[in-house]
Each structure stands twice: as structure tokens, then as C-alpha cells.
């Protein structure tokens, strides 16, 4: 059973960077596991931000991050990174991880509601 954990969240002036990471607090394994991104604004629903395969080679992103956002994995470090760069007002919100066991190696899904596991979130907030 995992228990994820973001970190990385912070307060950034727009055009900034921070780079999130998401691991289990066991030090569970996630080599297994297909990961994503998502964040929620209050008062709006979950938005899928980007998703990566077990094998790091499929990737997707929404159209609102592309080119600014990049997702990646260090699975020797049970690791899941989403690098944000050049972040708008927008982007402010609480960012969550979320894994689900992988059936094939190249998938990966844009919708939270087809993850199993989610973590608390770490909240990124973009202000001048």
C-alpha cells in the first residue's frame, strides 16, 4: 500500500521555477508504478498536469503547461520529479502525485480518478 508525498511547493513570483517531487514515505518501490500530476484550485475540480510510464519513455502533458513543464523519473530514488518553469498566476495551486499499478510498459493516464493511490498535495503559490 503506498503513501505518497509531495514536496516541493512554495511561493514563486511569476516567470520562477520549483521543482516538485513525489516518493513514497515508506520507501516503497515505484518502479512498478504508473505516475502522474494533478492539481486542484479551489473551487475547481481535479485537472490532470502530466503523467509518466514505469519506463519513463511516454509522457503527456496538458496544454496549458506544455513546454513549461517536465515530468521525469529517477526510479533508483523511488522518485517522481515535475519540473515547472516560467510559472503564470494560473499555475497556483495544490499539486497532488498519484500512482496506479502499470499493466502495460508504455501508458500512462491524464485522469486522476484512474490512479489508485494519492497523495496530500503541496501547495504552489505564484504572486508578485
Known amino acids: 500500500q503506498l503513501l505518497l508525498v509531495e514536496s516541493g511547493g512554495g511561493l514563486v513570483q511569476p516567470g520562477g521555477s520549483l521543482r516538485l517531487s513525489c516518493t513514497d514515505a515508506?520507501?516503497?518501490?515505484?518502479?512498478?508504478?504508473?505516475v502522474m500530476w494533478f492539481r486542484q484550485a479551489p473551487g475547481k475540480g481535479p485537472e490532470g498536469v502530466s503523467c509518466i510510464s514505469i519506463s519513463g519513455g511516454t509522457s503527456d502533458y496538458a496544454d496549458s503547461i506544455k513546454g513549461r513543464f517536465t515530468i521525469t523519473r529517477d526510479n533508483a530514488r523511488n522518485t517522481v520529479y515535475l519540473q515547472m518553469n516560467t510559472l503564470k498566476p494560473d499555475d497556483a495551486a495544490a499539486y497532488y502525485c498519484?500512482?496506479?499499478?502499470?499493466?502495460?510498459?508504455?501508458?500512462?493516464?491524464?485522469?486522476?480518478?484512474?490512479?489508485?493511490?494519492w497523495g496530500q498535495g503541496t501547495q504552489v503559490t505564484v504572486t508578485s
Open positions: 515508506h520507501e516503497l518501490s515505484l518502479e512498478h508504478y504508473v
Open positions: 498519484a500512482a496506479k499499478l502499470a499493466r502495460t510498459d508504455t501508458a500512462c493516464y491524464m485522469d486522476p480518478h484512474d490512479y489508485d493511490y
